[in-house]
């Protein structure tokens, strides 16, 4: 029902994508102290806090279900899950290869040069289908961003407002989220946007469709952006559910969670 990334080829390209020790002791009878040993260490390396290292426990034994969710999530398209942030970027040559135009549909498009990953683009069609059920007509704004426009946006924005406010604001090259092609801005990509109808919709129902917040009220801290209402990553129904179900909904902590996890083989 819902589309799904498969781009395995693309896998090698991430230099944390590799399978983990423990993946591979599944078969093993020490299976369940490797998981502990693991757990442990990535809980620790990620920096999460105390409730989440406590809801997500010490092991296969206190919580078999989340070693199950992570494994799901892992099968996954690789570039659902990378972490790009502020001290980690995409390659200056990452462009994915399944681009396709969005036009609109269901959801009206505030510019004709928009493109997104086809596994994106489909969903938010799907998503788009249903606000419109509701009543609600969502607006892509923004969308794949190569690094050589990033480039571009980056110096324009130091210009205007100096290297400080430009990092809140927007990303050195390569280290935009947008790179991936999994992300829409929508509606006017400001801060009025949350209180508007779409804006609620999206906040109350993004996660269904695999979408996530990528920079929430109250967290710049931890993502190292400002709060932005209107930023939204794909991230495929499971991930998104994971998401929320062990990480408060933020998706910088999984993130994290997973690339420590992953980088630990
Ligand atoms: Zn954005």
Redesign the pocket.
């Known amino acids: 029902m819902f589309p799904s990334c498969i781009n395995r080829n693309s896998t090698q390209k991430i230099d944390a994508q590799q399978t983990s020790p423990a993946a591979n002791a599944v078969n093993d009878n020490n299976v369940e102290t490797d998981f502990s040993a693991s757990l442990a260490e990535v809980l620790s390396s990620s920096q999460l806090p105390a409730r989440i290292g406590q809801r997500i426990g010490s092991g296969i034994a206190e919580n078999p279900a989340f070693l199950l969710d992570l494994f799901t999530v892992l099968q996954e398209d690789p570039y659902l899950w990378v972490l790009v942030d502020k001290e980690r970027a995409l390659g200056e040559d990452y462009e994915p290869g399944d681009l396709v135009d969005i036009k609109g549909g269901s959801y009206r498009v505030s510019r004709q040069d928009l493109r997104l990953r086809r596994c994106a683009a489909e969903s938010l069609e799907e998503m788009a289908a249903a606000a419109a059920r509701d009543g609600i007509i969502l607006t892509a704004s923004?969308s794949y961003r190569s690094y050589a426009y990033q480039v571009d946006l980056y110096a324009r924005n130091v210009r205007e407002l100096g290297r400080e406010a430009a990092d809140r604001e927007s990303a050195r090259p390569g280290h935009?989220?947008?790179q991936l092609g999994l992300?829409?801005?929508f509606g006017s990509?400001s801060d009025a946007f949350a209180q508007t109808a779409e804006g609620v919709w999206i906040a109350a129902n993004a996660s269904r469709f695999g979408w996530s917040l990528?920079y929430p009220d109250g967290y710049e801290e931890i993502t190292g952006y400002r709060w932005?209402s209107?930023?939204y990553r794909y991230v495929g129904v499971e991930l998104a559910q994971f998401i929320d179900n062990y990480f408060d909904g933020i998706q910088q902590y999984a993130l994290r969670f997973i690339y420590e996890w992953v980088k630990r083989s």
């Open positions: 923004s935009s989220q947008h992300i829409v801005d990509i990528s932005e209107w930023h």
